[in-house]
C-alpha cells in the first residue's frame, strides 16, 4: 500500500515555541486536555511512557459510547520538530494507524502537520492505486452522471 | 460498531479492480448481469459473487424485471466512505485548536 492511501493531513500554526508544542503531546496534564479528546468526553486516564518504544494509553468516558481506550507506542521521538507514534483503539478495531507530528519553527511561533496514515485499513491490493483516489474517482464518475441528485437525501 | 462494519463491507467491496470495473461501468446506468458480464473475461459465475459482495456493501442494487436481473449503482456508501475521512480530518483539527487554546491560557 502506497503511502498517500487513506491519509488525514492537519495543519495548525501555533503562537508558541516548537519546544513547548513539541512537549504538551507527552505531558500527561496537557495532553489528557486535547490529546484523543473528544469535546463531549472526559479523559479518565492518561498514561504515557514518553520514549521509543514506551505505550500510550488515554481512556475517554463518552457519553454515547462509555469509556474508549487509545492506545498506542512511540515510535520516534525527535524533540521539538518529529514525534511518531501508532495509534489504535482496539475495542473498536484491532487496527493500528500511525500518526506522525512535524513541528517548524515560524516567524510567529511554530507550524504544525499531523499526519494520521492508515486511518482505512489495508486489504493488500495489487494495483497501489490510492483509496483516496479511488474514492475521488468514482465520486466525480457518479457526480457526472447523476449531477447532484444523489448527494443529499 | 455498524458504522464500522458498513465501512469495512465499502472496502472490501472496492479492494477489487474487477469490482471497481463494475461500478464505473453501472455509473453510466442500470444493466442487466448478462450485459455486464459480457464486458469482463470472467465467467458469469464469477460476475454475480462480485455482484454479491457489491450489493453486500450496498454499493449495487438489484431489481427484477421479469426474467431479467437489472444492477444499479448506489453511491451512497462511498459518500459514507468520503465523510468518515472528513469527520477524521475535523476531529484532529478541533484537537490541535484545543491544544492552541491550552497553550495561550497557560501563557496569560
Known amino acids: 500500500m502506497t503511502a498517500e492511501m487513506a491519509r488525514v493531513v492537519v495543519t495548525h500554526s501555533f503562537a508558541a515555541p516548537p519546544e ?3 512537549d504538551a503531546f507527552l505531558d500527561q ?3 489528557r486536555r486535547f490529546l484523543f479528546a473528544t469535546s463531549t468526553g472526559q479523559m479518565i486516564t492518561a498514561q504515557i511512557d514518553a520514549r521509543v518504544g514506551g505505550q500510550f494509553c488515554f481512556i475517554e468516558r463518552r457519553p454515547d459510547m462509555g469509556d474508549v481506550r487509545h492506545v498506542g ?3 520516534q521521538i525527535e524533540r521539538p520538530r518529529r514525534l511518531v507514534f501508532t495509534f489504535g ?3 473498536f478495531d484491532p487496527r493500528m494507524t500511525t500518526v506522525t507530528i512535524e513541528i517548524r519553527p515560524s516567524a510567529a511561533g511554530c507550524d504544525l502537520t499531523l499526519t494520521n496514515d492508515g486511518v482505512l485499513p489495508d486489504y493488500a491490493e495489487r494495483n497501489h492505486q490510492g483509496w483516496s483516489r479511488i474514492l475521488a474517482g468514482l465520486l466525480a464518475a457518479y457526480d457526472g452522471v447523476h449531477a447532484g441528485g444523489w448527494q443529499k437525501d | ?3 464500522y462494519k458498513g465501512l469495512d463491507h465499502t472496502l472490501i467491496a472496492l479492494a477489487d ?3 471497481r470495473a463494475i461500478l464505473a461501468r453501472l455509473s453510466s446506468g442500470e444493466a442487466r448481469i448478462t450485459d455486464i458480464a459480457v464486458a469482463f473475461p470472467i465467467s458469469l459465475n464469477s460476475v454475480s459473487k462480485h455482484l454479491r459482495i457489491l450489493e453486500r456493501a450496498d454499493l449495487v442494487r438489484r431489481r427484477r424485471l421479469g426474467r431479467e436481473h437489472l444492477m444499479a449503482l448506489n453511491p451512497r456508501p462511498l459518500d ?5 475521512i472528513t469527520q477524521q480530518r475535523a476531529l484532529w483539527a478541533w484537537r490541535l485548536a484545543e491544544l492552541e487554546h491550552i497553550l495561550n491560557k497557560e501563557s496569560q
Do not use: D, H, N
Open chain 1, 89 to 91: 483503539v482496539p475495542q
Open chain 1, 29 to 31: 496534564q496537557i495532553a
Open chain 2, 80 to 84: 459514507a466512505m468520503a465523510k468518515w
Open chain 2, 1 to 3: 460498531m455498524g458504522e
Open chain 1, 20 to 22: 513547548r508544542v513539541f
Open chain 2, 17 to 19: 479492480p474487477t469490482r
Open chain 1, 73 to 75: 507506542e512511540y515510535l
